[in-house]
């Protein structure tokens, strides 16, 4: 079965500095792998996905993300954090059964605190 | 503008009465699903459906009832709300899409329904 892991709770990083959240996932075969953000009261916003092709997907807002199948990591990045940035990041994985349900599968979500 | 709406925002109710989360989408999606959030669990399918009339059970179903009449519409029915479905809901729509290894579609996620059972 697919699963998708966060080890981090919460990321701490300063103003200007670049910032790293982590995802490792499990899949069998070819992983769909998502990132999505959660402002505070918001709802969940696509940021990026990776699907085929390049390892480095860019998307939303200034975010990047970088597929290593070795590792089975999708890490999102950013090379220089903003406060407005604060926010609960999910990494998902989709559910790989030949599109019958289109489910993805979350993570446990990494909270991004960055202080000015 | 392409959106999911998810009514009511918020909600307290008490133990057993009956209550509806409404959701539509105007994009013309034949996927939508229903997630709760809870805290160190991330996001969990409760029910999912991949057109008019076709449903079916996501992770966490038991509690809860869907229907899907209205291409657009998926409202998500708590027969007999108890506090253990106390959380923070999320529905979501997308193309639906198959390939060998699943969908390459993005999901769009609605506001949330923050639901609070007494």
């Known amino acids: 079965a697919q699963s998708v892991a966060q080890p981090e709770d919460q990321v701490n990083v300063a103003e200007g500095n670049p910032l790293t959240v982590k995802c490792t996932y499990s899949v069998s075969g070819n992983p769909y792998l998502f990132w999505y953000v959660q402002y505070p009261n918001r709802g969940l916003q696509f940021l990026l996905k990776?699907?085929?092709?390049?390892?480095l997907v860019k998307g939303s807002y200034g975010f990047e993300a970088e597929f290593n199948k070795s590792q089975t990591s999708f890490h999102l990045k950013k090379p220089s954090a903003l406060v407005s940035d604060s926010a609960l990041y999910f990494c998902a994985v989709r559910e790989n059964d030949g599109g019958a349900t289109n489910k993805l599968i979350f993570g446990t979500g990494t909270l991004l605190a960055v202080q000015p | 503008e392409a959106q999911v709406t998810q009514n009511p925002r918020y909600l307290i109710t008490v133990t057993g009465k009956k209550l509806t989360v409404t959701c539509s989408q105007n994009?013309?999606?034949?996927?939508m699903s229903w997630y709760r959030q809870d805290p160190g669990l991330g996001l969990r399918q409760i029910y999912y459906s991949m057109n008019v009339e076709v449903t079916d059970k996501g992770d966490v179903p038991e509690g809860y009832k869907v229907s899907r009449k209205e291409k657009r519409n998926f409202p998500l029915i708590l027969e007999s709300p108890s506090p253990n479905q106390t959380s923070l809901y999320f529905c979501?729509?997308?193309?639906?899409?198959?390939?060998?290894?699943?969908?390459?579609?993005?999901?769009?996620f609605g506001p949330g329904t923050r639901l609070l059972v007494l």
């Open positions: 979501a729509s997308s193309k639906r899409t198959s390939g060998r290894w699943g969908s390459q579609e993005t999901q769009y």
């Open positions: 994009m013309n999606h034949e996927y």
């Open positions: 990776y699907i085929t092709g390049d390892n």
